[in-house]
């Protein structure tokens, strides 16, 4: 890193920033109750991202034979004599700083788990089947991690962490279908079986459904449906989504964009919290943001950069992305605020409505109004006179990002870590009640 | 990279596989950015590393490491075959590979202007000038976000297998993805996402005349916003044009044609098929429904001559005249349906085990000119393009809202229409279309699959076609 930085500094460059990750990874995934495939991936990938007078480069060195980083470094800096000029100066956050450490992100026992991912998938398997599942599919993943970073601007630190992960998929036929999730960063938090029971309980119960009906809907979205969206809503909170014209938060800092009810929040340095790191890609020490409280936006999330052009403060969320912006203002753990109720009292309060539990392929018509459609996928159910009814299928949530948060009527008090294949960052969200979701159907 | 390679499939072998393959590949690519004019980063991503995946008792293993020191290879390799065998105990269904002809070949895409060889600032000046071609003056639209990106990447890999296949490809890749955001007062806000994308050197981008699609694409935008109207609802005639068809061939008929799903392999994520074992020769569509999927064609996004399991490409016919007819195959699913491999298995990278994919999915053109597609409909839409879109997890229930759209008036297109939505089953829209289009087209896509995720690139294509008494509306 040092050596990196220093080629950096001798080419002229007034800000870098290097980190490096080192990591290993094993997935079993599982289809069919059986076994598909295990996966090992093991790691080591420096970063770099610089910036002169307003320029900005970046890359990913994801090889170790034969690389030369002084050559990278001059590669780097000749394209950013060619670049047309950026909009913005910025430094990077002056350091050095102090990081705190976070507790319950670490668990050395799960470096050493090997072979006990397939043991995990051993008890999700049972547990789901055990419920009424036919077939269960799913994928376990355990991984550890350190972090560096190092910048010219008197940053250093390093951190380490250790996740692990179960989605299990049940099928009690063809299409009643149900989903459970567990992740941790320790062992002891960790319950492949519980997320076995969910999904097979889910599926047992959406046996037998019949086509849905399109209209307005009052919906009690659980927690993995739920956690889809507000991935979407904190990308829209992303000062470099606003930048780009595909937020719909755009121009409403400090105006109401939900209901009142509703309050998110994004933590980096959550104790136990999956995506908790005590340092941010730039360097600065990462904390809690506050994206919308009591329905009002109150922050962006921001890089340096980002900052510089909104007249803000960075807000320890810099993510070193490669791809289009090199370094971006991302989320690390999602944590919407609890409500009062029980999810009993939401299906009272929806009447008659629907309870959605999941959800897969999110696409927005606008991004900057909020237009999208999402599809409802596993149990989808009926809620009549306040109480679970039959299960429904072929739904799609066809509606408004604004107009939904803004129909926030009441959330639950239980609360459901979510992480899978759809949803990226880790989101700990209850089950929420909203009015009138438009609901759409196939025709034919 | 042949010794690594070699190496990893060495020690595989000695450590107890069956069956062993190797891949050592090198990925370069640069990604250049403006966004309203101004550059983002231009950022550069280098990827070197094998992956080496294997067969132990019926059970299969993958690892991968970005170290080609010998040391790291063989605890790799190691590793591959231990993870397999500790997995074996929780396997019903042994993992088997259909045989396949072993190749020893190198290939390579060549390029006519060598990527390497264009500077940044050339890159740059290239969407400096669609940038410029933007401005209000020449386009008539107030264009509030204009995101324009150019990608390159170049592609080396090894393949070598425990069977004898030895094989090396150099591939580039290039890209053009632009966001354009339209607004008019009063009239709101559209946004329009378009990707060119081609398998070959800097020259396709000098063919593409980048500058005059984009603006002839913001132009778009501006009628739409000026001049759009409610579009009709209820049942219609229905013209798709050349970019819905493809989105709809890769959605609903490349993906539940991929023999994977249908085993029920990614039921956890992209999900399963509504398609079915004793479906195949069923009818799904209209006789005038004929859907390939072709690795081989010249310049295209989803090229490649051999897959990432060393079989070599071809095409293959997904839907013929309306009857289901190839799935997709690799060569595990190929074992298990009693078939050859199709040679369908892809890996974006050297750490991503090799999955089922589509290649470049487009419906066989017919004989209608757009004119005659449209010349017998008293009162129809035509959706030329689209923006939002998607499927469930079966592949059965989809939905395509539009953004350019007109109506159809008398067997004339007439008065551009805003978001018309399509949303209909798998069978309910192949069954209804009644006359398909000569003019084809083809789009740029990365579709997502696989867990973690593999982007594949993609092309996505087809004529336009006419879709007989469809509900339009959503």
């Known amino acids: 890193m040092n050596r990196i930085l220093s080629a950096c500094k001798k080419l002229g460059v007034v800000s870098v920033a290097v980190g490096f990750t080192r990591s290993r990874d094993q997935m079993v995934r599982f289809s069919n109750n059986s076994i598909t495939v295990v996966n090992s991936w093991q790691?080591?990938?420096?970063?770099?991202?610089?910036?002169?007078?307003?320029?900005?480069?970046?890359?990913?060195?994801?090889?170790?034979?034969?690389?030369?980083?002084?050559?990278?470094?001059?590669?780097?800096?000749?394209?950013?004599?060619?670049?047309?000029?950026?909009?913005?100066?910025?430094?990077?956050?002056?350091?050095?700083?102090?990081?705190?450490?976070?507790?319950?992100?670490?668990?050395?026992?799960?470096?050493?788990?090997?072979?006990?991912?397939?043991?995990?998938?051993?008890?999700?398997?049972?547990?789901?089947?055990?419920?009424?599942?036919?077939?269960?599919?799913?994928?376990?993943?355990?991984?550890?991690?350190?972090?560096?970073?190092?910048t010219s601007a008197g940053a250093e630190g390093s951190n380490r962490g250790t996740e692990i992960e179960i989605t299990v998929r049940a099928f009690a036929n063809e299409d009643a279908t149900g989903q459970g999730i567990s992740i941790a960063t320790n062992l002891d938090r960790f319950h492949p079986a519980e997320a076995g029971v969910s999904a097979g309980s889910i599926a047992r119960k959406?046996?037998?459904?019949?086509?849905?009906?399109?209209?307005?809907?009052?919906?009690?979205?659980?927690?993995?449906?739920?956690?889809?969206?507000?991935?979407?809503?904190?990308?829209?909170?992303?000062?470099?989504?606003?930048?780009?014209?595909?937020?719909?938060?755009?121009?409403?800092?400090?105006?109401?964009?939900?209901?009142?009810k509703f309050s998110l929040n994004d933590n980096g340095r959550l104790p136990n919290g999956p995506g908790s790191i005590s340092l941010d890609d730039e360097g600065f020490p990462t904390g809690e943001i506050h994206l919308i409280a009591k329905g009002i936006l109150e922050n962006y999330l921001h890089t340096s950069y980002t900052a510089a052009k909104h007249n803000a403060q960075p807000t320890g969320s810099a993510q070193f992305e490669g791809g289009l912006a090199g370094m971006v203002p991302a989320p690390r753990n999602l944590i919407v605020e609890p409500g009062e109720h029980q999810f009993g009292d939401l299906l009272d309060g929806?009447?008659?409505?629907?309870?959605?539990?999941?959800?897969?392929?999110?696409?927005?018509?606008?991004?900057?109004?909020?237009?999208?459609?999402?599809?409802?996928?596993?149990?989808?159910?009926?809620?009549?006179?306040?109480?679970?009814?039959?299960?429904?299928?072929?739904?799609?949530?066809?509606?408004?990002?604004?107009?939904?948060?803004?129909?926030?009527?009441?959330?639950?008090?239980?609360?459901?870590?979510?992480?899978?294949?759809?949803?990226?960052?880790?989101t700990l969200t209850p089950y929420v009640l909203v009015r009138d979701v438009g609901i759409t159907t196939a025709s034919k | 990279m042949e010794d690594e390679a070699r190496l990893a499939v060495e020690q595989a072998l000695k450590s107890g596989a069956a069956y062993v393959e190797a891949r050592a590949q090198r990925d370069v690519g640069h990604t250049l950015t403006l966004n309203n004019g101004v550059a983002e980063p231009v950022t550069t991503t280098r990827r070197l590393g094998i992956g080496i995946r294997v067969i132990v008792d019926g059970s299969m293993g993958f690892a991968s490491t970005n170290s080609l020191e010998s040391s790291q290879i063989r605890t790799s390799a190691e590793t591959a075959v231990r993870i397999a065998k500790a997995a074996a105990r929780l396997i019903s269904t042994p993992s088997k590979l259909a045989p396949e002809k072993s190749w020893e070949d190198e290939w390579e895409v060549r390029m006519k202007i060598d990527i390497r060889q264009v500077s940044i600032q050339e890159k740059f000046n290239e969407l400096l000038s669609i940038e410029k071609a933007l401005s209000f003056e020449q386009v008539n639209v107030s264009l509030p976000s204009r995101?324009?990106?150019?990608?390159?990447?170049?592609?080396?890999?090894?393949?070598?297998?425990?069977?004898?296949?030895?094989?090396?490809?150099?591939?580039?890749?290039?890209?053009?993805?632009?966001?354009?955001?339209?607004?008019?007062?009063?009239?709101?806000?559209?946004?329009?996402?378009?990707?060119?994308?081609?398998?070959?050197?800097?020259?396709?981008?000098?063919?593409?005349?980048?500058?005059?699609?984009?603006?002839?694409?913001?132009?778009?935008?501006?009628?739409?916003?000026?001049?759009?109207?409610?579009?009709?609802?209820?049942?219609?005639?229905l013209v798709l044009g050349s970019e819905v068809t493809g989105i709809i061939c890769h959605e609903s008929c490349g993906h539940p044609q991929e023999a994977d799903r249908i085993l029920g392999r990614e039921g956890a994520q992209a999900g399963e098929s509504y398609?079915?074992?004793?479906?195949?020769?069923?009818?799904?569509?209209?006789?005038?429904?004929?859907?390939?999927?072709?690795?081989?064609?010249?310049?295209?996004?989803?090229?490649?001559?051999?897959?990432?399991?060393?079989?070599?490409?071809?095409?293959?016919?997904?839907?013929?005249?309306?009857?289901?007819?190839?799935?997709?195959?690799?060569?595990?699913?190929?074992?298990?349906?009693?078939?050859?491999?199709?040679?369908?298995?892809?890996?974006?990278?050297?750490?991503?085990?090799?999955?089922?994919?589509?290649?470049?999915?487009?419906m066989k053109p017919g004989d209608h000119t757009l004119d005659e597609l449209v010349e017998d409909i008293k009162s129809g839409v035509y959706m030329k393009s689209f923006m939002e879109w998607n499927i469930d997890d079966r592949r059965y229930n989809q939905r395509y809202v539009g953004l350019e759209a007109y109506t159809i008036e008398n067997g004339k297109i007439g008065t551009p229409v805003r978001n018309p939505i399509l949303e209909v089953t798998t069978p309910g829209l192949y069954g209804s279309v009644d006359a398909v289009g000569k003019e084809m087209e083809y789009s740029g896509a990365t579709c997502g699959k696989g867990d973690p995720q593999q982007g594949a690139p993609v092309w996505t294509g087809g004529p336009p076609i006419r879709i007989h008494k469809i509900h339009l509306g959503g």
């Open chain 2, 147 to 237: 995101i324009l990106v150019l990608d390159d990447e170049l592609t080396e890999k090894f393949y070598l297998n425990s069977e004898g296949s030895k094989i090396s490809g150099i591939v580039p890749r290039i890209s053009l993805f632009f966001i354009l955001t339209g607004e008019e007062k009063g009239k709101g806000s559209i946004q329009r996402i378009r990707h060119e994308a081609q398998t070959r050197g800097w020259e396709a981008v000098k063919e593409w005349n980048a500058p005059a699609i984009a603006a002839g694409e913001a132009r778009i935008l501006g009628r739409m916003l000026r001049d759009g109207i409610q579009p009709p609802r209820g049942e219609i005639d």
């Open chain 1, 350 to 426: 929806a009447g008659s409505g629907l309870y959605i539990t999941n959800n897969w392929y999110t696409r927005f018509q606008n991004y900057q109004t909020g237009d999208f459609s999402t599809i409802c996928r596993d149990g989808v159910f009926e809620i009549r006179d306040g109480k679970l009814g039959n299960p429904v299928k072929g739904l799609r949530v066809s509606d408004n990002m604004i107009r939904i948060l803004q129909s926030i009527e009441a959330l639950s008090k239980e609360r459901q870590w979510i992480r899978w294949w759809e949803v990226p960052t880790p």
């Open chain 1, 43 to 150: 790691n080591e990938v420096p970063t770099v991202y610089l910036a002169s007078n307003g320029k900005r480069a970046a890359c990913r060195i994801e090889e170790q034979e034969g690389v030369e980083f002084e050559s990278i470094a001059r590669e780097l800096v000749d394209s950013m004599k060619v670049i047309p000029r950026g909009d913005v100066d910025f430094d990077l956050p002056k350091g050095p700083f102090i990081y705190q450490e976070i507790e319950g992100i670490y668990d050395k026992r799960l470096t050493e788990i090997d072979t006990g991912l397939i043991d995990a998938a051993e008890v999700a398997i049972n547990s789901a089947r055990k419920e009424g599942a036919e077939r269960v599919s799913g994928v376990v993943i355990s991984g550890s991690w350190e972090h560096f970073v190092l």
């Open chain 2, 275 to 362: 398609v079915k074992r004793e479906m195949i020769g069923k009818r799904i569509g209209s006789e005038h429904v004929t859907i390939i999927d072709d690795p081989t064609l010249p310049n295209s996004y989803g090229f490649y001559k051999y897959d990432d399991e060393g079989v070599k490409a071809g095409p293959r016919t997904l839907i013929k005249d309306g009857i289901i007819s190839d799935l997709l195959h690799n060569r595990e699913t190929a074992a298990e349906f009693g078939v050859s491999s199709n040679a369908a298995a892809r890996s974006v990278a050297y750490d991503r085990e090799p999955i089922i994919r589509m290649a470049n999915t487009f």
């Open chain 1, 206 to 260: 959406a046996r037998g459904a019949k086509a849905g009906i399109s209209g307005k809907y009052n919906v009690v979205f659980g927690p993995a449906i739920f956690a889809d969206l507000v991935d979407r809503v904190a990308d829209s909170a992303s000062a470099y989504t606003v930048d780009l014209g595909l937020s719909f938060f755009q121009n409403t800092l400090g105006k109401r964009v939900a209901s009142e």
